[in-house]
């Protein structure tokens, strides 16, 4: 399902689902095409996606995406995903593979390894794993590990190839 909002127009809505149309049309802006697994869904496997992926529900297996993967608050995964940006709010097992930016919101939760470009760890997040800034791999210069810490992730979220057990109050 893609939804498509004019900024001009009122939100009928209100303030209870701007960020996650905000996300939605910002997905679907990049690739086109958003697909949702929602949330009474389970699904085991691969999951390949030509755009973007938003996981509402839980998913054990193989994530492929050539656009973004945001995994919502209620999702449980258990996966390694490759994409071009991984957001995790939810609940992830696995290793996550991003030629940009992966993101942990708050009350997000990764045990297993990130190899990005650029990694954000928000306040309440929880980190337990590797995390590999591989620039060369992801076409990145070199000064790609002081993005994150620009953005407000903690210091220590990020490292050259170095080992992170990281819980953020």
């Known amino acids: 399902m893609i939804f ?3 900024d001009d127009d009122a939100d009928p809505v209100g303030a209870t689902a701007p960020a996650t149309v905000r996300r939605e049309d910002k ?3 990049q690739n086109g095409e958003v ?3 929602g949330a009474g869904a389970r699904l085991e496997g691969n999951v390949v996606s030509a755009g973007s992926l938003r ?3 839980q998913v054990k297996g193989q994530i492929n995406a050539e656009g973004d993967v945001a995994l919502s608050p209620q999702s449980q995964v258990e996966a390694d995903i490759r994409a071009q940006n991984v957001s995790v709010a939810g609940a992830f097992k696995g290793n996550i593979i991003v030629k940009e930016k992966a993101h942990l919101a708050r009350g997000g939760r990764v045990d297993g390894n990130i190899t990005s470009k650029t990694l954000v760890v928000e ?3 929880i980190f337990n794993g590797q995390s590999i ?3 060369s791999k992801a076409g990145a210069s070199s000064s790609s590990g002081q993005a994150g810490a620009a953005q407000g992730a903690p210091a220590g979220s990020q490292t050259e190839k170095g080992t992170d057990q ?3 109050p």
Request: net charge negative.
């Open 35 to 37: 697909t949702i697994v």
């Open 4 to 6: 498509k909002r004019d």
């Open 123 to 125: 306040e309440g997040g």
């Open 166 to 168: 990281l819980k953020v």
């Open 133 to 135: 800034m591989d620039g």
């Open 27 to 29: 997905m679907a802006d």
């Open 55 to 57: 996981i509402d529900g």
